[in-house]
């Protein structure tokens, strides 16, 4: 296979995969956003967004902390169930942010911002998981696999808090591989990060 062939079949790869993952909207009930300089992002976890393998979230912690306790004992269990929670409350959502805002900022003047800086914000993002899968990996050159998400974002008026302005889901987002202690909260964050990414892709057909 020559190399011009081998460019265009890996390109073809890009595309259908990216395709794939493809965030579905609807530019004409987006065009608010042509208007606005900010928009505050809140990611929203409810009691029973479903997690692979059949789980409810308070199951998979349940079974998640006996496996580190096997492992690790009580400290890691604390040092795992402490960077869960920071992820929930902030981190995954600083992924998001650093991602769409890192792309969006070559040209346009609208920016995604924590939903704590109210100053200039007429909107409001909200992310709410519906499905994730942790993906898995067994030893740094050993089988692993990516996490999956799946979100449904929601436009909300903050003057009207209960009307939703849009609402889309998305498909199962892939994310990629990462490195550190707990990789499994590290992976969902690459996931979040890929939604920035595919987010910002739909909503250039918007702003540019």
């Given at each position: ?9 890996l ?8 395709f ?15 208007n606005?300089t900010?928009?505050g ?5 409810s009691d ?13 912690l349940?079974d998640?902390?006996?496996?580190l306790?096997k ?6 269990v604390?040092?795992w169930e402490?960077?869960y929670n920071?992820a929930k ?13 890192n792309?969006l900022k ?11 800086d ?6 409001i993002?909200?992310i709410?998981m519906?499905?994730?899968y942790?993906g898995?990996?067994?030893f ?6 990516e ?11 903050i ?13 199962h ?7 550190g202690e707990?990789?499994?909260?590290l992976r969902v964050?690459?996931?979040?990060s890929?939604l920035?990414f595919?987010l910002?892709?739909q909503?250039?057909r918007i702003?540019?």
């Amino acid at each position: 296979m020559n190399r011009k062939l081998l460019f265009l079949c890996l390109l073809l790869c890009i595309t259908t995969f990216s395709f794939a993952q493809r965030i579905k909207i609807d530019k004409k009930k987006l065009a608010f956003l042509k208007n606005e300089t900010k928009v505050g992002v809140q990611l929203v976890f409810s009691d029973n967004f479903e997690i692979y393998g059949g789980f409810t979230e308070e199951l998979y912690l349940v079974d998640k902390k006996k496996n580190l306790a096997k492992k690790g004992g009580k400290e890691r269990v604390e040092r795992w169930e402490l960077q869960y929670n920071e992820a929930k409350k902030e981190t995954w959502r600083k992924d998001f942010l650093s991602e769409i805002n890192n792309r969006l900022k070559k040209y346009s003047n609208l920016s995604f911002t924590e939903d704590e800086d109210r100053d200039g914000v007429n909107y409001i993002l909200r992310i709410e998981m519906d499905w994730v899968y942790f993906g898995y990996d067994t030893f740094p050159s050993g089988p692993h696999e990516e996490a999956k998400l799946q979100v449904t974002l929601k436009f909300i008026k903050i003057l009207n808090p209960e009307m939703e302005v849009y609402s889309t889901q998305t498909p199962h987002i892939i994310g990629e591989s990462a490195k550190g202690e707990f990789t499994d909260i590290l992976r969902v964050g690459k996931c979040y990060s890929k939604l920035g990414f595919l987010l910002e892709l739909q909503l250039k057909r918007i702003l540019k």
